[in-house]
């Protein structure tokens, strides 16, 4: 339990970097921006499989009886937020996080919700919670999703801090929440990241979460 508590607070360490604009800015400077973004990219997914195998490897506590329909639940809602995470980082967003070059255009996804990834990282996490049933899931599951709460809160704060009075004409038309994918037309980013989590849904169905992760959900659904 130690160590998924320390894999966790690293996690949460490397994900404020971008969040505290003069050491990004440094890095970025010494780096440049495209280095600096694969560079952070790598150790985020290293630092991610990290944090998964330790909560793996913590001692299964049961808190209560998984049961098949919780685990339509991560059916559902992982799927959306998939789909959330991956607009997110490619589209344009002058409001929240993105792999994109911030600029006064808006993708998009961000008519949804001026926080995509953000979000979609909420729902992910949500919808792992139900069907798993056990401390460190609960500890995981919940850690991950209120962080992606308190980062929902500090970048639509920094947003209208570093936009000023720009901020209301930019954030006209766009959502603090997640509003219907009706109200809006689809951009290529948007229709990229519905087909990459098709794929990318359709994989871990068919054998690829048990790969993984050990655990066939699938088989949570249908026994």
Known sequence: MIRLLI????FIALHSVPAIPALRGRLIEKMGR??????????STLVLGWLFYEALQTDYIELWEPTPW????????????????????????????????QTDKVG???????????WGFFVWAIGHIAPNGDLRSLLLFGGFALFSLGGVAMQERRSRKRL???????????SF????????????????????????AAAL???????????????????
């Open 177 to 200: 929440f997640v509003c219907s994918p009706l109200a809006v037309r689809w951009d290529w980013p948007a229709w990229l990241a519905l087909g990459v989590t098709t794929l990318l």
């Open 205 to 223: 169905i068919d054998g690829g979460h048990l790969l993984v992760f050990g655990v066939d959900p699938v088989t949570l659904a249908t026994s």
């Open 108 to 118: 998009a996804i961000v008519r949804f919700t001026r926080h995509p990834v953000l």
């Open 164 to 174: 000023g009075a720009r901020w209301n004409s930019m954030a006209d038309g766009t």
């Open 70 to 101: 919780q685990a339509w639940i991560t059916f559902l809602l992982a799927p959306v937020g998939l789909f959330l995470v991956t607009a997110g980082l490619i589209s344009q967003n002058p409001f929240s996080v993105t792999l994109r070059r």
């Open 7 to 10: 894999a966790f607070s690293v």
């Open 34 to 43: 495209r280095a600096y973004l694969i560079a952070y990219s790598v150790v």
